[in-house]
């Protein structure tokens, strides 16, 4: 018998609760296989009583208000991205990676309800399929491609030995796709398994998606 996850914690607002038990509890179910009382009672309220539909019109404004929220969330990481592609990043690319993943992946645990929903009722739900992915993937990887792109091209003007068909001969956007993937894979994985990939640890995976990265952008460290 499963069990339902409970959000008691009185310092959160009724509708904070309510949100973070609605999507937990369709992640795992699929979107009918959970009712409006079920989503009400896990966070300690009596059921079938209205408690949820005086924050949210139904069970689907609920998914599209969560949906909502995390889009404004990527939009705010437009002033990390102009850090990560500036000369003080770029002067420290190891740290500067590693903390770009770390970021990345921070972001896609906060996103994990939101996939599994997509996963399990994209075809019900095309529109919120589509909206995720214009609204939240696709600018994932734009800022990807803006970040190493920035890279690329400092690398290039900072190493005169560096031969200019060598930098201008970098597919950015293929490579940011690629580098993004695998951390979209690596937590996707967790995810759904229970562990990550090969039982290489987040740790173990970041070494090599550093050293991975800097080896694909052509980018140097800098002497000390």
């Given at each position: 018998?499963?069990?339902?996850?409970?959000?008691?914690?009185?310092?959160?607002?009724?509708?904070?609760?309510?949100?973070?038990?609605?999507?937990?509890?369709?992640?795992?179910?699929?979107?009918?296989?959970?009712?409006?009382?079920?989503?009400?009672?896990?966070?300690?309220?009596?059921?079938?009583?209205?408690?949820?539909?005086?924050?949210?019109?139904?069970?689907?404004?609920?998914?599209?208000?969560?949906?909502?929220?995390?889009?404004?969330?990527?939009?705010?990481?437009?002033?990390?991205?102009?850090?990560?592609?500036?000369?003080?990043?770029?002067?420290?690319?190891r740290s500067s990676l590693r903390l770009?993943?770390?970021?990345?992946?921070?972001?896609?645990?906060?996103?994990?309800?939101?996939?599994?929903?997509?996963?399990?009722?994209?075809?019900?739900?095309?529109?919120?399929?589509?909206?995720?992915?214009?609204?939240?993937?696709?600018?994932?990887?734009?800022?990807?491609?803006?970040?190493?792109?920035?890279?690329?091209?400092?690398?290039?003007?900072?190493?005169?030995?560096?031969?200019?068909?060598?930098?201008?001969?970098?597919?950015?956007?293929?490579?940011?796709?690629?580098?993004?993937?695998?951390?979209?894979?690596?937590?996707?994985?967790?995810?759904?398994?229970?562990?990550?990939?090969?039982?290489?640890?987040?740790?173990r995976f970041l070494d090599a998606w550093?050293?991975?990265?800097?080896?694909?952008?052509?980018?140097?460290?800098?002497?000390?």
């Amino acid at each position: 018998m499963r069990g339902n996850p409970t959000i008691t914690d009185e310092d959160r607002p009724t509708r904070d609760r309510l949100l973070a038990a609605g999507m937990a509890l369709i992640a795992e179910r699929g979107f009918n296989g959970v009712t409006v009382g079920e989503i009400e009672a896990a966070v300690g309220l009596a059921p079938r009583r209205g408690a949820l539909y005086k924050h949210f019109p139904s069970k689907r404004a609920l998914v599209e208000e969560a949906m909502e929220e995390r889009i404004s969330g990527v939009a705010d990481l437009s002033d990390q991205v102009a850090w990560f592609a500036s000369p003080e990043a770029v002067a420290d690319p190891r740290s500067s990676l590693r903390l770009i993943a770390r970021v990345a992946l921070d972001e896609l645990d906060r996103e994990k309800h939101i996939n599994q929903i997509i996963e399990k009722d994209g075809r019900r739900f095309p529109e919120l399929r589509d909206r995720m992915r214009e609204a939240m993937v696709e600018p994932g990887f734009r800022y990807a491609e803006e970040i190493f792109g920035a890279w690329v091209r400092a690398t290039h003007d900072a190493d005169s030995s560096l031969e200019s068909d060598r930098a201008t001969g970098i597919d950015v956007a293929a490579v940011a796709t690629v580098l993004l993937s695998a951390l979209v894979h690596h937590r996707r994985h967790a995810w759904l398994l229970d562990k990550p990939p090969h039982g290489v640890d987040t740790d173990r995976f970041l070494d090599a998606w550093v050293d991975v990265t800097m080896r694909a952008l052509a980018t140097q460290e800098v002497a000390s």
